[in-house]
């Protein structure tokens, strides 16, 4: 079963980090990644841009109405996500929580809904 792994994470947190940090944050994402595929279990990952870039779109009345910026204002977005298969819930509860995300956001885990 497809399960999407959404990552929330505070926008800045990125740009507080020293050089270090962030080569072992990229280094831990790196690692992680490889480890789904070796596992079988990625289907497909992405990082998000700055939900600045965001456009939302709203139909009302027949009517788009598009603006830019996120649809929520908080303090954590959505920063990228995995598309993983696993067997069930549990597994992909196990892969969400060695996401390194985990450690300093959320990680949101959906089934995907077949159609």
């Known amino acids: 079963m497809q399960y999407l792994l959404m990552l929330y994470s505070n926008e800045t947190g990125w740009s507080q980090m020293t050089p270090a ?27 998000l841009q700055n939900s600045a ?23 954590e977005q959505l920063a990228g996500y ?7 819930l549990d597994a992909a509860l196990a892969w969400a929580a060695r996401c390194p995300g985990a450690s300093h956001g959320t990680i949101e885990v959906r089934p995907v809904w077949s159609m």
């Open 53 to 75: 870039t965001a456009t939302t779109v709203h139909v009302a009345d027949g009517k788009s109405q598009v603006l830019d910026g996120p649809y929520v204002d908080s303090k």
């Open 21 to 47: 940090e962030q080569e072992q944050g990229v280094a831990a994402y790196g690692a992680y990644t490889q480890a789904l595929k070796t596992a079988g279990a990625l289907v497909g990952s992405n990082r």
């Open 82 to 88: 995995y598309l993983i298969d696993t067997p069930d």
